[in-house]
């Protein structure tokens, strides 16, 4: 037997009982699937926002359908535990997750080709039900669904969090310490914008990468008339993300059939029509995809 070895009577001589070498071996175990998921997927992008209401999980939707439409394998990750509505979006709701695929790991959802999905909704007897969690239980939760499904590789994986900078964002930041960046979500008006700051600094003090702001609900054309108007003003994410010195990502403006689309579980940027809103959602794609490649290029060369 090895000088370190672990004897499950006598006890270990490197850790002093079976029991913690035991739990040294299983979290030695669960970090090297972590390390193996993580590492099979090219850009992990973090989509915040600094409070609830500003359509932060219709982004993440959005970009992760387009990017999927181009041909690029991605997937999301939901990780709002306590309001996971994801599933809803992409018409999943009351489907439920299943193991058993390769290495009997968790089975991800499949709603369009390349794109896969994971959300606390595939776990839920129905949808009324809560999900009443500590801290712990959240982080321990996150960490499942990243290295106990069949992610297979990626080349995106876009991480939809719950408002704030809570325990659901912080978690998974330390999960994927290598992550491309964030890209935050805000509306115009100055309450959502002084969050979105909160957000920003937020990122900044976790070492993650600011992809860049993006203002939604920015105006809408008016049906009768054709003429702009600022719903919830507009202007004030290019102003924050110039104050804070991170990108501009693009400002996406108000469709009134969005909510009808997102109700019947189909991306807006999937419709077969040209309108100013999924023309700015290709822009924002557009700048997300040559964010994340900038700054792999830049971390390659550090």
């Known amino acids: 037997m090895a000088e370190n070895s672990c004897d499950k009577n006598s006890g270990c001589s490197s850790c002093g009982s079976a029991n913690e070498c035991d739990e040294k071996s299983k979290q030695e175990h669960e970090d090297r699937l972590l390390r193996e998921t993580l590492q099979a997927i090219r850009h992990k992008v973090f989509v915040l926002s600094g409070k609830g209401g500003v359509g932060k999980s219709t982004v993440a939707v959005n970009l992760a359908a387009s990017l999927a439409a181009r041909g690029y394998e991605t997937g999301i990750l939901d990780i709002d535990i306590h309001g996971p509505n994801v599933s809803k979006m992409l018409g999943l709701e009351g489907w439920n997750l299943s193991s058993g695929g390769k290495k009997d790991k968790i089975s991800p959802f499949r709603p369009f080709p390349h794109l896969k999905v994971i959300s606390m909704a595939g776990l839920l007897p129905d949808s009324d039900a809560p999900v009443i969690w ?20 990626l080349d995106f994986l876009i991480v939809d969090s719950p408002p704030g900078t809570g325990d659901e964002p912080l978690s998974v930041a330390q999960l994927i310490p290598e992550a491309d960046g ?96 999924n023309l700015a959602f290709k822009d924002l794609v557009n700048r997300v995809v040559e964010a994340v490649e900038t700054e792999q290029a830049c971390s390659t060369e550090a």
């Open 134 to 153: 500590r801290g712990p239980l959240k982080m321990a939760a996150i960490r499942q669904f990243l290295q106990d499904v069949d992610w297979g590789p």
């Open 182 to 277: 964030a890209v935050i979500v805000t509306t115009p008006q100055e309450v959502a914008l002084l969050d979105s700051r909160k957000c920003v600094n937020f990122a900044k003090k976790l070492n993650l990468p600011v992809l860049g702001i993006v203002e939604n609900m920015s105006g809408m054309r008016c049906p009768h008339c054709d003429g702009h108007i600022p719903l919830f003003s507009e202007g004030g994410g290019k102003t924050a993300a110039g104050e804070l010195g991170v990108p501009f990502l693009g400002a996406l403006p108000i469709a009134p059939d969005m909510p009808e689309h997102c109700d019947q579980g189909q991306p807006y940027v999937l419709a077969d029509e040209e309108n100013e809103l």
